[in-house]
């Protein structure tokens, strides 16, 4: 085209040419010149904003992150828990600024929860109260990690974040603040602070009692986590009262250490009132364990004065073997009803395999302990009269020193 106006003596159109800015100009002029007299124009409107969401490409397709979001609500009521939990944490990366960002951290954290990846679960709940902390969300996902955690057993985290939740505990539901209230204690515990592990113990059983939560029965998961707390501080006092050397006053110093394992016993009963296997599991246990240990720390009774010939010796050994047994069947009865819950419910943690190791070693000793009765040269009833004896003879001791004439009073 250029090559036929030159042909014809005229210049071609060219942007930024000397005729190109005369013909803007004249375009100008007219359009000017062709508007009404008088008229004002209308000033140029700008376009509305669009809040176009987001598009997410993948290998399969394109969608938008509510759309993704909405998958995800989909396979999470289908039941499918891991795979929903992906999606909820995609959406929570990819748009992590958006609206639903604090909401899909919390779905992404409790769809981890549900399929059993708890380290997961945890990590999603804090990461939300963290970056998101004026979420509506953000306490409850707070809550909620401290819960996981000591399912995890990870008390020094568990009792950071409870702290953390404490500090608006005005805020917390009723149940939400026994959690943390044993949270707490266990994390002082775990440090051998038993003072303050009692405060918070005692803080989130006058809230269970003012709020009557304790009803006969089932009880709401959230108290198993007190309730062990408390069953760990009376085991911890009970194991503290040993026997040898002897005590003076021995019948007083057993009863407490009796005492104290009963009272911790039902306390960890009360745990396993929340019906979870793994809380369950382990107060289970424990209690097995108090049974067993004072077993061993009784038999660890030297034989007195008194019982100054062989025959004598065995007679004592004999006696205490056969009064004492009682609490190794009491261990193994405990474990044993552990190990079928466990069964039963499939529960597979770290406490069950330790339930089976301490099963296997109190059968042993139960073993142990029947052939060395049946190796001995009496009688039952003979023994059984030897243990009124002794008891006999404790109960005049006793009474000797609370006489307030006793020169060793």
Not at 147 to 169: D, K, N
Not at 271 to 300: F, K, P
Not at 340 to 345: G, Q
Request: neutral net charge.
């Amino acid at each position: 085209m250029d090559e036929t106006l030159s042909a014809r003596g005229e210049t071609p159109f060219r942007p930024g040419s000397t005729r190109a800015r005369w013909v803007l100009w004249m375009g100008l002029v007219l359009s000017s010149c062709a508007a009404t007299p008088g008229t004002p124009r209308a000033p140029s409107a700008t376009p509305p904003a669009i809040d176009v969401p987001r598009t997410v490409i993948t290998p399969e397709r394109a969608t938008s992150v509510p759309e993704l979001y909405a998958h995800a609500v989909d396979l999470a009521k289908a039941g499918e828990h891991a795979r929903a939990a992906v999606e909820f944490d995609r959406v929570a990366e990819l748009d992590p600024d958006g609206d639903l960002a604090d909401d899909a951290w919390f779905r992404a954290g409790e769809e981890h929860d549900l399929a059993g990846a708890l380290e997961l679960a945890a990590g999603r709940y804090e990461q939300l109260a963290r970056r998101y902390p004026g979420s509506p969300l953000a306490r409850k996902a707070l809550v909620r990690a401290v819960r996981v955690l000591t399912h995890l057993e990870r008390w020094e985290r568990a009792g950071e974040l409870a702290q953390r939740a404490l500090a608006s505990e005005a805020s917390l539901e009723t149940y939400d603040r026994v959690l943390v209230y044993g949270a707490s204690a266990l994390h002082r515990l775990a440090l051998n602070d038993e003072q303050a592990a009692a405060t918070f113990i005692e803080r989130g059983r006058s809230v269970i009692e003012s709020a009557q939560l304790d009803a006969a029965g089932r009880v709401p998961r959230e108290l198993a986590t007190l309730y062990y707390a408390l069953g760990e501080l009376r085991r911890r006092r009970a194991d503290r009262i040993v026997f040898v050397p002897m005590p003076a006053n021995f019948p007083v110093v057993l009863e407490q250490r009796c005492q104290l394992l009963l009272d911790a016993q039902s306390a960890y009963s009360d745990t396993m009132r929340a019906y979870d296997a793994h809380w369950s599991a382990m107060a289970g246990y424990r209690v097995g364990e108090l049974y067993q240990r004072l077993h061993e720390d009784v038999m660890q009774i030297t034989a007195p004065a008194s019982a100054d010939t062989e025959d004598k010796r065995k007679l004592f050994e004999g006696a205490m073997r056969l009064r004492y047994s009682i609490l190794l069947e009491k261990a193994s009865a405990m474990l044993e009803h552990t190990l079928a819950m466990s069964t039963r419910t499939g529960e597979r943690s770290s406490w069950v395999e330790r339930a089976v190791q301490a099963k296997s070693r109190i059968d042993a000793a139960m073993a142990r302990e029947k052939a060395a009765l049946d190796a001995l040269p009496y009688s039952r009833a003979t023994l059984e009269a030897a243990l009124e004896d002794l008891k006999r003879r404790a109960e005049a001791k006793q009474k000797a020193l609370a006489d307030p004439k006793n020169p060793r009073k």
